[in-house]
């Protein structure tokens, strides 16, 4: 499975961002997608996650109410709507999916950078 980020932006705060993540190669393999990001000078963090096949999604304390997880399957694409954004939701932002529930995260994309300035 390969996946492809993108979506990335300057916002100032109060801003939003669409973030997608098109998955391609053998996406029909995937249990679970999500996003995760890594502030400068942070370790990497999760953010979002929803099961491939629907369910309720998953969203980290601090983007709760502010971000939406959302999936295309006929496009092999995830969203992550961001609104509402802050300072402290600068980073750099990976998509991931795994096979299994548990376990690694197998496959990552590579980052979209989100500044968001105050």
């Known amino acids: 499975v390969q996946l492809q980020a993108s979506g990335g932006g300057l916002v100032q705060a109060g801003g939003s961002l669409r973030l997608s993540c098109a998955a391609s190669g053998r996406p ?3 249990y679970l997608i999500g996003w995760f990001r890594q502030p400068p000078g942070k370790e990497r963090e999760s953010v979002a996650d929803i099961r491939w096949g629907g369910g309720v999604p998953y969203y980290r304390d601090s983007v709760k109410g502010r971000f939406t997880i959302s999936r295309d ?3 092999n694409t995830v969203y ?6 802050k300072p402290d939701d600068t980073g750099a932002y990976y998509c991931a ?5 548990i376990g690694t995260w197998h496959y990552w994309g590579q980052g979209t950078k989100v500044t968001v300035s105050s």
Do not use: D, I, T, Y
């Open 28 to 30: 029909s393999s995937v």
């Open 73 to 75: 399957n006929a496009k």
């Open 80 to 85: 992550l709507q961001m609104n509402s954004l």
């Open 97 to 101: 999916a795994k096979e299994n529930p």
